[in-house]
């Protein structure tokens, strides 16, 4: 009796042991079947590849958006006014409101004409307005040409190669101060010599832009159809003057004349005299 009691007591006390365990067999054997059943991280990137579609490819920056489009606008102008003087007068102020300047002014004067060849710098924003108020004194418009270059792409792309040779003179100037012999400090200094260089060249092309973009161009010329000037009406005594200053002038001209007339006149007279030396011989033989 004694050892059933044992043995009972010992078989009560390995049970209640073993129920933990078997909970624990039981919390873990759903996570270890999951386990099982989900596939390895190897196994899983080759399904997600299959799955997932085709990334795009790597391409360049795409350029901004339009409010910050790099625009280089530029205009070519000619036309006819009716008062030369005041149009001009009046495309100057109109440039001065707009805030522009004029860098260039070419005034010419031909048979029956007078115009007047500019070139203006014009801030962007004020592009549009400033070629209204200049058409404004336009009465024949012969040339209007205007153009507008997008050059976003290259601004982004100059932006980007600065600041790449940038890092690598950063990268070149601590490997300088790294240097341990004469033999690396020269080649280093070849080397940053020729980025420094490069880069100077991208930001002057970057800046070239900036003006470009900042300031348009307006190539502008205008111009008056004038009569043929008459001579003005003088008074009776200074044409008098003028009439006797051309007679005295005529009789010079005509005594200039016969100096250049004289060597053909004694050549002539020299000939007409041998013949009538010759006549007078003739005669007297006959006779």
Known sequence: MNKFLTFALLLFTIACQSKPEWKTMQSTAPREM???RAPSPEQSEPEADEEAPPSPPETSPQPQATANRKIIRNAQL???VNDFKASGKTIEQAVQQAGGQITSSNETKSYNTIENALIIRVPAARFDALLESVLKESIFTDTKS???EDVTRRYVDTEARIRSKKAVEETYLKLLKQARNVED???????LAAI???REVEEAELRQLKDEVSLSTINLTYYQQTEVALRPEEP???QIWHNLSDGFRLIGDVFIGAFYLLPLALVGWGVVWLFLRWRKKRRNVVK
Not at 185 to 191: D, G, R
Request: proline fraction near 0%.
């Open 146 to 148: 205007i153009t507008a």
């Open 236 to 238: 009776f005594y200074a």
């Open 196 to 198: 420094r260089e490069d």
């Open 34 to 36: 999951a386990a099982m």
């Open 185 to 191: 400090v020269l080649k280093i200094e070849e080397q």
């Open 78 to 80: 000619r036309f006819r």
